[in-house]
């Protein structure tokens, strides 16, 4: 009740202050009315009789303002003035407001793009209810608790049924198809799913209905679901689309339903197409009555209060089911499950986290930068200060109004860092690596407008206070005395000092981190992939296996588009492989055996990435045959099986042996078993990443391993996209209903693969350059003001006879001096910083001499040239002008 | 003091500054204008609610009046007062 009272009381005088002194000024007048008239009748004059009041109320103004401060509020009022007064002196001195505001601006803009991004991946939930509830599931072998694996059909039936912890599970896997019929033939995004995933991601339909049970079981018609974006862009938005036929890899789906694009599809695909059950796929549909060909992604919600680990060991129980049930398949299998919001953030965690202190650096530093401006602004504000102490403002009272000032500062730079991370976050969208975009979008909203306000009010607090401090003398009279030009010079000169040296300290860690991530990455791109990608350009053709159904059609088209190919003007030599080096559907990597070796313990197995390829293909990438021959037009499916290995291969498996000769067995399922001779040995390939050094390869010729589709990659001095043309054309002559996709020269493949790296290398680095622009400027302000501060004495020592260079090593040493402070903290923080970003380098040493060398060198001389213009400047002082200076 | 004086009735601040000089003899007769800050706080700490009301000086005046809270506050306030002065008079009696 009370409280109420007081609080509406506060908002009351504050709201209406100038009604409450007029209230209290008619208060007072009453009283002393009432005194002059008992005077009056007590006889007195009218002049006597006001003298008389007066001097029984007392002082009238200071009567007034104790009651106006008893209100409690007056800080309020204070605090705008003082924003009125912090704006004019901002305005006053445009240079100094621009500088800060600048600084302010480059450190909370940047925390604020790297916040949006963190904010996006760490911190907003993911677009399913209940988020925490989803875990993926997978089969692990019980030796090798890491190697994840995906689940059988069968089995994924069994788990959905037996398991009491899971209020819903559903399997997906993913196969492009071949959409036909309106417009040009295109592939399409299509998840194979069982029905259940729409329920268990709680996927309401923009029109029509999602998959039912009905529709997962096997016989039942073709339907499929398809995406806004799909049926926006390619059927006009069509409203009777539901009902109608669409021709998938040239089969009949009945459409039943349209998602919608705000619907983000798992592993997503923000691209997601179309959805049918896997039943249905050319591909999956078929394999889902195999045991033994795990091909779903398993995904369950947990019942509500079911533990991660209550569910985990319910997997146990039912993974030990199942393998004594199916030994076959299951044998030595084990059941893992984990939470989905960790899959899907992964090791972007690490990486945004690190990004996030290195940018709080850079922030540390602005602030630095701005509270050293603030210091020699307040240093020669001191005669204004030190009169207003003496007029009766309190030491706080003067405190509340620098801070208000800097508080006024941090938002503007809070406001144009708002605006500059906007930028920022558009021109970093590009660099991204498509995990950070697939999670969900990034945009700057609520969440991150806060940060960046609270961010702003933290940093004017941090540079405002110290020279706030500073700036109030304790010693009044002494201060009045010195003309205000000496006031906290002391306090500040040390506090200025210690704020450079901290600057350069930072900036060193940074630029050291920065430097070490640029060599990673120029390592990474200079690295020999092992191939030639310069003037390759590839293409993905795949054909629909409703029509093109056996090996022996997949073959004849692959003939007939190569011939057709290499009787192109233009074009030096062409091939058809799948996959590629850093394909974008992935390596595949299989099993295989040595005819001749002891068979491996159960549970061990040896694996190799696998391509299969046309015999140009070496030939086109330039990769070096080492031993033996390339594949020829001779190895047919009439002919006997023959391979080709790599170097790594040939070195690990058959060491001290001639591998040439040797048969091995290995193959794309179902063909896992077939002997293959060797035929000869080939180099090295990266095929997984550029920063990952190859693992041992095996290549099959395409003839005699035929799929339903491949890479063509063609090795042409004309234009990429004159090439892209032409190869679609050639597609097209074949078969006019045949999509040819992703385009690209391989150089832009690769750098595809390599965005991640180059994300946080472009990052890295900017906040080293900024942070070396600070620092430089942070030097330079601290020796600058230090050199006018003793222009007195200067002048001192010139008269007696002291040189241009006595001055100059006077000055430079004082700005080498702090530098070299700065750099020996910063080397030091620098050897346990880079600790953390260990993980993200490629053979560069956390230590690496070259990077620390060059950033000492580098910032040594940024300082020395920052401090060679105040030195300068100081030491072309006249003595006589120095002398009457003051 | 105040608490006391316009506990029995809602007061203005001239009146209440007559009561408490008649009151106490002339003895305690202060500057009548250091009555005001004290009444504010009064006001703003709650104890006491104020409203313009017709007074008997012949023109609307701030009148004072003791609120529920302010009327706990004064029996604290008393009885305090009472034990502190009974030990000061038995300090001076038995000293």
């Known amino acids: ?886 | 003091m105040i608490l006391k004086t316009i506990a029995r009735k809602p007061m203005h601040g001239w009146g209440i500054a007559k009561r408490i000089q008649t009151l106490s003899g002339d003895t305690l007769a202060v500057g009548q204008g250091s009555l005001y800050p004290a009444l504010h706080r009064l006001e703003n700490q709650g104890w006491i609610s104020a409203e313009w009301e017709e007074s008997d000086l012949g023109r609307p005046a701030k009148v004072y009046a003791l609120t529920r809270e302010g009327r706990k506050q004064l029996e604290r306030e008393l009885k305090s007062w009472n034990r502190l002065s009974s030990a000061v008079h038995l300090l001076i009696q038995n000293a």
């Open chain 1, 1 to 886: 009740m009370r409280i109420f009272r007081i609080i509406n009381r506060r908002i009351h005088s504050l709201l209406h202050h100038s009604h409450a002194d007029a209230e209290l000024q008619r208060e007072i007048e009453i009283h002393i009315q009432q005194l002059m008239h008992e005077a009056r009748a007590a006889g007195m004059t009218e002049a006597d009789a006001r003298a008389m009041a007066a001097r029984e109320f007392g002082p009238i103004e200071q009567i007034k303002d104790k009651c106006r401060e008893t209100r409690r509020v007056s800080w309020i009022q204070d605090f705008t003035q003082d924003l009125r007064y912090g704006i004019r002196l901002l305005r006053e001195s445009p240079g100094f407001t621009a500088v800060s505001v600048l600084t302010l601006a480059l450190g909370i803009g940047a925390n604020t793009a790297i916040f949006s991004i963190v904010d996006a991946v760490l911190l907003r939930a993911l677009p399913y209810p209940d988020p925490d509830q989803l875990v993926l599931m997978f089969d692990v072998p019980l030796k090798g608790p890491d190697v994840l694996s995906a689940i059988s059909y069968r089995d994924f039936r069994e788990c959905r049924e037996q398991n009491r912890v899971f209020s819903e599970m559903a399997g997906n896997t993913f196969h492009d198809l071949t959409l036909t019929g309106a417009g040009e033939p295109s592939i399409v995004n299509t998840a194979d799913v069982t029905p259940e995933i729409f329920s268990l991601l709680n996927a309401k339909p923009l029109a029509g209905r999602t998959l039912l049970p009905e529709d997962g079981k096997p016989g039942a018609p073709a339907v499929a679901v398809v995406s806004e974006n799909l049926w926006r862009g390619r059927f006009g938005s069509n409203p009777a689309l539901i009902g109608q036929s669409i021709a998938l890899d040239m089969r009949a789906f009945t459409v039943v339903g349209i998602l919608p694009a705000s619907f983000r599809y798992p592993e997503g695909a923000p691209q997601q197409e179309v959805w049918i059950s896997v039943m249905q796929d050319p591909l999956f549909g078929p394999l889902t009555s195999q045991p033994g060909v795990r091909l779903l992604g398993v995904m369950g919600r947990l019942k509500p209060g079911v533990s991660l680990a209550k569910a985990q060991a319910e997997m146990n129980i039912l993974g030990a089911r199942l393998a004594k049930q199916f030994p076959a398949e299951d044998a030595g299998l084990a059941m893992r499950i984990k939470p989905y919001r960790q899959e899907v953030v992964g090791n972007l965690k690490s990486a945004l986290l690190i990004l996030l202190g290195a940018v709080g650096l850079v922030l540390l530093m602005a602030c630095a930068n701005v509270a050293n401006l603030l210091l020699s602004q307040a240093t020669s504000r001191g005669r204004e200060i030190a009169m207003r102490i003496a007029l009766g403002a309190s030491r706080g009272r003067i405190v509340r109004q620098l801070l208000a000032e800097s508080a006024l500062l941090g938002f503007l730079g809070g406001a144009a860092g708002v605006l500059l991370a906007f930028c920022a976050v558009r021109i970093l969208e590009p660099f991204l690596p498509s995990e950070v975009v697939r999670i969900s979008s990034i945009h700057i909203g609520g969440p991150v407008l806060a940060f960046a306000l609270w961010l702003s009010m933290a940093a004017a607090l941090a540079f405002g206070l110290a020279p706030a401090l500073v700036a109030t003398p304790s010693n009044l009279e002494k201060s009045i005395k010195e003309g205000g030009e000496r006031t906290g010079q002391r306090g500040g000169r040390q506090l200025r000092s210690f704020l450079a040296i901290a600057e350069i300290a930072l900036a060193t860690v940074l630029l050291i981190a920065g430097g070490l991530l640029i060599r990673s990455f120029a390592l990474v791109t200079n690295v020999n992939p092992g191939f030639d990608p310069k003037n390759v350009t590839e293409a993905e053709v795949s054909l629909p296996q409703f029509q093109y159904s056996t090996p022996r059609q997949w073959t004849a088209f692959s003939n007939e588009l190569l011939a057709r190919l290499h009787a192109l003007p233009g074009f030096e030599d062409s091939a058809l492989a799948a996959p590629l080096p850093m394909d974008r559907q992935g390596e595949a990597n299989f099993a295989f055996t040595i005819v001749g070796n002891p068979k491996l313990a159960p549970g061990k197995s040896t694996t190799a990435d696998y391509a299969t390829v046309s015999p140009e293909y070496f030939r086109v990438m330039r990769i070096p045959l080492l031993r033996g021959r390339f594949f020829s037009e001779m190895d047919s499916p009439s002919n006997p099986n023959v391979a080709i290995i790599s170097e790594t291969l040939a070195r690990r498996y058959f060491p001290g042996q001639e591998p040439v000769g040797k048969q091995m067995r290995f193959g794309f399922p179902p063909n896992s078993d077939v002997p293959r001779e060797i035929v000869g040995i080939v180099g090295d390939v990266r095929d997984v990443a550029l920063s990952q050094k190859p693992g041992p390869a095996m290549y099959v010729p395409f003839a005699q391993a035929p799929l339903y589709g491949g890479e063509v990659v063609v090795r042409s001095s004309l234009s990429a996209s004159s090439v892209a043309a032409a190869i679609r054309r050639a597609v097209h002559s074949i078969d006019k209903a045949l999509p040819v996709t992703d385009v690209q020269s391989f150089p832009e493949a690769l750098g595809r693969s390599i965005a991640r790296e180059r994300f946080r290398t472009v990052l890295l680095g900017s906040f080293g350059a900024i942070a070396l622009a600070l620092a430089a400027v942070g030097i330079f302000g601290v020796v600058s003001y230090a050199a006018s501060q003793r222009t007195h004495e200067i002048g001192i020592r010139m008269a007696v006879g002291a040189q241009q260079r006595d001055v100059l090593r006077l000055i430079l040493g004082e700005g080498a001096k702090l530098a070299l402070f700065g750099l020996g903290t910063g080397v030091v923080l620098a050897l346990v910083a880079t600790r953390l970003i260990a993980s993200l380098l490629y053979s560069v040493s956390t230590t690496d001499p070259l990077t620390f060398g060059t950033v000492i060198i580098v910032l040594l001389g940024v300082a020395v040239t920052a401090c060679y213009i105040p030195a300068r400047r100081a030491m072309r002082v006249d003595p006589m002008v120095a002398l009457r200076y003051q």
